[in-house]
């Protein structure tokens, strides 16, 4: 699958790997709930660890769109809550 | 949902409204195209803005070094001629600008890194977008209508995800720049104030003007020692007999000039 870390470009990811983020991505969201920012941050690293680790980068004149877009990986919990908003981040 | 999933389909629906409003596909690729070509314009303005930034805090940071290399000169100077309490205040004030330049030099490595990733999205946007060019030329020459649609999607969708992540990076390093532009603008304002020159490398500040006048105090002194070994060295006791008389010696060799000079015109006249 193709991932996209914002702000880093696009990595082709194997699909064996998605059991192990999904439960980080999992994390990620029990921590969004809880407003647990230190969690947040260390599963959010190491969720674009994993994905930095076990990916390739991805052609640069590739024009194909990603499966998965990760957050940036300085994103706080609220950038990530505006991200998930419509008026957020995300312009146009 | 989960949080990934959620910014995925939020991101791409996004970074594919505005295409959407396109009823023509060729108008389509057009209309992405040209915005490809703004967003390209926009990410270079914003390397820029972020260099311009950096270099800014660079000449601040250099500003800085040499105020302290400044205040660590005097310092040694004031302890060589046996001032320690001045000594103490030059690093006293030394110390103080230690955590403004520790400042700087996180911002300097934060713009510095910012500017690298900017400039590698950029250049992944660039090729992108030649990329596109050249699909949409063979779209648009080779396909009809109906297949084209597919097609366009296909290009688009991919582009349109590069551009949404360059605009957001643009744009976070844009509130970024202008948060230190602010900062820095507040240490300029500082330097200018006289706040920090006080501190600091002002021809005349403080610090330095005792160590002038401690140097100027050595000089006299040591002139001082001079002339006493000059004439002590040729005739100690009899100036130290003569010290009275020195005075009307003095005065009679100036009243012995004087008369010369009198004289002179006289002789003058007289030849």
Not at chain 1, 45 to 51: K, P, Q, S, T
Not at chain 2, 28 to 34: F, M, N, V
Not at chain 2, 49 to 59: F, M
Not at chain 2, 158 to 186: L, N
């Amino acid at each position: 699958m193709i991932v996209r870390i914002l702000g880093e470009g696009q990595l082709t990811v194997d699909d064996t790997v998605s059991t192990e983020l999904n439960e980080l991505d999992a994390k990620l969201q029990a921590a969004l709930n809880a407003g647990d920012e230190k969690a947040f941050r260390v599963t959010l690293e190491g969720l674009l660890a994993r994905v930095r680790a076990a990916g390739t980068p991805i052609p640069a004149d590739s024009l194909e769109a990603s499966d998965v877009i990760l957050p940036y990986s300085e994103a706080s919990m609220d950038d990530v809550r505006a991200l998930l908003t419509d008026d957020g981040l995300i312009p146009g | 949902m989960s949080v990934v999933k959620r910014v995925s389909m939020i991101f791409k629906a996004k970074a594919n409204k505005a295409l959407d409003r396109m009823e023509d596909p060729r108008e389509t690729l057009d209309y992405s195209y040209q915005r490809q070509l703004e967003m390209l314009t926009q990410v270079r303005r914003g390397v820029a803005d972020v260099a311009t930034s950096r270099k800014r805090v660079e000449l601040q940071m250099n500003t800085l070094q040499q105020q302290q290399d400044k205040l660590d000169r005097q310092a040694r100077q004031a302890l060589g001629g046996g001032r320690e309490d001045l000594a103490r205040e030059a690093l006293t004030r030394k110390s103080a600008l230690q955590s403004q330049l520790g400042d700087l030099q996180t911002q300097y490595q934060s713009l510095q890194a910012d500017e690298e990733k900017l400039t590698a999205a950029s250049q992944r946007l660039q090729a992108k977008v030649e990329a596109f060019r050249t699909q949409k030329e063979t779209i648009k020459a080779t396909y009809t209508a109906a297949e084209a649609q597919t097609r366009i999607g296909e290009a688009v969708s991919g582009i349109s995800e590069e551009m949404g992540d360059v605009g957001m990076a643009v744009q976070r390093a844009q509130d970024k720049t202008a948060q230190m532009q602010a900062r820095a603008g507040a240490i300029d304002e500082l330097m200018a104030s006289g706040a920090l020159d006080d501190v600091t490398a002002q021809p005349n500040d403080d610090i330095q003007r005792e160590l002038d006048q401690m140097g100027a105090g050595h000089d006299v002194d040591r002139e001082l020692e001079r002339m006493k070994l000059e004439l002590g060295g040729e005739a100690p006791k009899e100036i130290e007999g003569n010290a009275p008389g020195a005075a009307g010696n003095t005065s009679n060799g100036q009243a012995g000039q004087a008369s010369t000079a009198a004289d002179q015109p006289q002789t003058g006249d007289g030849s």
